[in-house]
Every structure is written in structure tokens, then in C-alpha cells.
């Protein structure tokens, strides 16, 4: 059990369009997702934690504007590159916590974004 | 914050010896302590976890150990093998899932 699923797996698009990432667990209810970002041989850097029907809570230094998160329901989060640039190609993994207040992330499998 | 620093950025052993790579957090608030391991291109899985009230943990050929005092905690992997090779990432977390991670560990196991 505890399975993270996202999509898309990997995306190439075209500077000034937006791209939306979508994670979902499969066999249990996410209270909370995080999504994350992570360069080539880099650590994971939280971009924002993602909670069923309310805002996200964003992480210093990430513009929310340009990250738009959705949460919509217990099973699904929803990542929104908007107006994509070069610099925002990374690879940008979700995480879900299995019930009210687990501490386990269980992760998706990252979307490898290329904007050109 | 939470400031969560882990020691050596990469680590190479022969199969067969042991391998340790350690963390230090700055909050001590924090109560729960997962290892990842990532390989290339993968997703972090995570391998073991300890809580503060516990000093040490073992699962077959992998343990951690935690010392809440000097607010620093381990990982040990004996009798490496060439599949251990990956890189492996320590967090340190107040709960409710927000973890902020070190920076990671490169583990290369030479046959």
C-alpha cells in the first residue's frame, strides 16, 4: 500500500507556456501533499505543502503566483507552472502523508520538466 | 527553521565494509528521522525511520541511531553491497509529514 502516483512523467514545452502536474495516491487519503524540487545531484527543496480545501502554504522565496497548487480533493494535488521559463526546467517530485498527522511521505515517482 | 546538515556529501567502500553517514538538526523539537535512498532518476524511498524515543534502530543489514542530546543521528549499512549504491538523503521532522532534508549522500559500493 502507500502508493504515490504523478503526470506526467516527463514534459517538454515551450517558454511562456503553463504546465500541470498532477499527483494522486492511489490507495489511501492525503490530508497533506508536498510538492518538491530538485536539481541535478541536489537535495530536495520543499516548494510548497499542499492541504486538502484550503491554500497551500508556500515556502520562502517560492512565488505562489507562479506555483499555483490546487488540492481538490483527498486523493489529488495539483501543480501549476505558470508561464514556464528555462530556469523552471527541474524535476519536481510530490509527496503525500498517509492519514491525519503521519509522519511517512510516501513519494511520487518526479516529472522531469524541459521548458526550451 | 530547521537546519538539517549531513556528512559526506559522497562515501565510496569496497563491497563488503561498512558504511556510516551522519546528520546533525538544529531543532530539537524534532521527533522523527527518516532515511531515503534515491537511485538515479528515481523516486526517495524511504529505508528506516527512528523516533526520539528511541535511541536505535536495526532492519537486517541497515541501522540508525539517534542521539537526542548531542542532537545528531546515523545511518549504518554493513556488508555493502553493489545494489546499496544510490544516494541517500537523512530528514529530520516536527511531525504531520514537514520534513526538511540534508543534503544528501553519494554511495558508491565497488565490487
Known amino acids: 500500500g502507500a502508493v504515490v502516483s504523478q503526470h506526467p512523467s516527463r514534459v517538454i514545452c515551450k517558454s511562456g507556456t503553463s504546465v500541470k502536474i498532477e499527483c494522486r495516491s492511489l490507495d489511501f487519503q492525503a490530508t497533506t501533499m508536498f510538492w518538491y524540487r530538485q536539481f541535478p545531484k541536489q537535495s530536495l527543496m520543499l516548494m510548497a505543502t499542499?492541504?486538502?480545501?484550503?491554500?497551500?502554504?508556500?515556502e520562502q522565496g517560492v512565488e505562489k503566483d507562479k506555483f499555483l497548487i490546487n488540492h481538490a480533493s483527498l486523493t489529488l494535488s495539483t501543480l501549476t507552472v505558470t508561464s514556464a521559463h528555462p530556469e523552471d526546467s527541474s524535476f519536481y517530485i510530490c509527496s503525500a502523508n498517509r492519514g491525519r498527522g503521519g509522519e511517512t511521505q510516501y513519494f511520487g515517482p518526479g516529472t522531469r520538466l524541459l521548458v526550451l | 527553521g530547521e537546519n538539517v546538515e549531513q556528512h559526506p556529501s559522497t562515501l565510496s567502500v569496497q563491497e563488503g565494509d561498512s558504511a556510516v553517514i551522519k546528520c546533525t538538526y538544529s531543532d530539537s523539537a524534532s521527533n522523527y528521522f527518516p532515511w531515503y535512498k534515491q537511485e538515479l532518476g528515481k523516486r526517495p524511498q524511504l529505508i528506516i525511520d527512528i523516533r526520539s524515543n528511541v535511541g536505535e534502530k536495526k532492519d537486517q543489514r541497515i541501522a540508525v541511531t539517534l542521539n537526542k542530546t548531542a542532537k545528531h543521528f546515523s545511518l549504518h549499512i554493513t556488508e555493502t553491497q553493489p545494489e546499496d549504491s544510490a544516494v541517500y538523503f537523512c530528514a529530520a521532522s516536527k511531525g504531520a509529514g514537514k520534513s526538511t532534508f540534508g543534503d544528501g549522500t553519494t554511495l558508491t559500493v565497488k565490487p
Open positions: 499542499s492541504n486538502e480545501g484550503s491554500k497551500a502554504t508556500y
